[in-house]
């Protein structure tokens, strides 16, 4: 049993890394977080380095970085000979991926914007090309 003086709940864990509760809780179910010792009244005792580590998980997934990236990030900082390349190298994959949903909006951008183009906010609903078009391309898919 870690000593309770090191030793944070979940409560204010939460409140520390600025998560709900449910958040820590749904970190701990994913593998994020391990699961914490109990006090004798059963309240999760988490350690102070929980903290800087649900801080990371919010700031990777701010950088568009999914769980499971996350999970694999968290466990390279475990894994003996790891090094900062291996780091970079998920880093550039994440940009990579990044890049391509530019891509994908800017093309959803384009034709949306033609679509808008050729409705000129008149008529009866029936009639509306944005409508139609949309009819049109959900049938070829």
């Not at 006090?39 to 700031?59: N, Q, W």
């Not at 033609?114 to 009819?135: K, V």
Request: aromatic residues 4%; contains cysteine; hydrophobic residues 35%.
């Amino acid at each position: 049993m870690r000593d309770t003086t090191d030793t944070i709940t979940i409560s204010q864990l939460a409140k520390r890394s600025a998560v709900s509760l449910e958040t820590i809780r749904y970190y701990e179910r994913q593998g994020l977080l391990p699961k914490p010792p109990r006090s004798a009244a059963g309240y999760r005792l988490f350690s102070l380095d929980e903290v800087r580590r649900v801080r990371f998980i919010k700031r990777a997934q701010e950088l568009g970085f999914s769980l499971k990236e996350i999970k694999e990030l968290l466990d390279l900082r475990a894994t003996p000979g790891m090094t900062s390349a291996d780091v970079r190298k998920r880093a550039e994959a994440k940009i990579a991926d990044i890049e391509e949903k530019i891509q994908t909006l800017r093309a959803m951008k384009r034709a949306l914007t033609r679509l808008t183009a050729a409705c000129c906010g008149d008529g009866s609903i029936s009639e509306c090309p944005i409508l139609e078009s949309l009819s049109v391309e959900k049938e070829t898919m």
